[in-house]
């Protein structure tokens, strides 16, 4: 998410942030720089908690558990200390109707048009002005879905990919220090030829 001038909005705490937003109308959180750390266990852990508020607090709307996902599910991956999660629904028609579970416990909603991409719904859970954790809320059935559990086990199966993504984030980090949504770009023809290796092997071993 790029905060230069966008017609477009964005949910925090239940507002509306409407129309040619500048830098300074944004969170810290929404334009805060892309920082890659040192693996640590101590995120395996955070994920596990998280995982258990939000199966607790979305068991109404969930058709399969919360799961871990991203580079702090990866035992000695280094990574932005932000937690990824996704949690399957049946309809993303829900998703206002998370929010408003989720809100009081500092998630932020970003809308689909801000966030562009129609497979998923987006929040953005902050602390102190930093976020800590993503929700990619999707349906079971959506190739996403699918495609984050493959790459986190590949990466958890593997430690020559770990050693290699954990370069090459680094590398991307510190040439889109301030542009995620560039950083995030950057990273997707690696994560493609692992989808794809691990479709080949699946092929070749039925």
Request: some cysteine; charged content about 25%; proline content about 5%.
């Amino acid at each position: 998410m790029t905060p230069a001038t966008r017609s477009s909005l964005i949910v925090v705490s239940g507002i509306r942030l409407r129309e040619n937003l500048v830098m300074l109308d944004w969170p810290d959180w929404a334009t805060e720089t892309i920082e890659i750390q040192p693996p640590d266990a101590a995120w395996r852990r955070r994920g596990e908690r998280e995982r258990g508020r939000l199966e607790a607090q979305l068991g109404r709307w969930l058709v399969a558990g919360v799961e871990h996902v991203g580079s702090t599910a990866v035992p000695g991956l280094a990574a932005k200390p932000i937690l990824d999660l996704q949690a399957a629904v049946a309809d993303l028609r829900c998703a206002p109707s998370i929010a408003a579970v989720l809100g009081p416990e500092h998630w932020h909603y970003v809308d689909p048009d801000l966030d562009a991409r129609p497979w998923r719904r987006f929040f953005i859970k902050a602390s102190d002005g930093h976020r800590v954790a993503h929700l990619h809320v999707m349906t079971l059935g959506s190739a996403r879905w699918s495609e984050q559990l493959a790459f986190r086990d590949a990466l958890r199966a593997d430690r020559r990919l770990v050693e290699s993504y954990a370069v090459m984030k680094v590398a991307l980090a510190a040439q889109h220090a301030d542009d995620r949504e560039a950083y995030s770009a950057a990273k997707s023809s690696f994560i493609q030829a692992v989808l794809e290796r691990g479709t080949t092997r699946g092929s070749s071993s039925t």
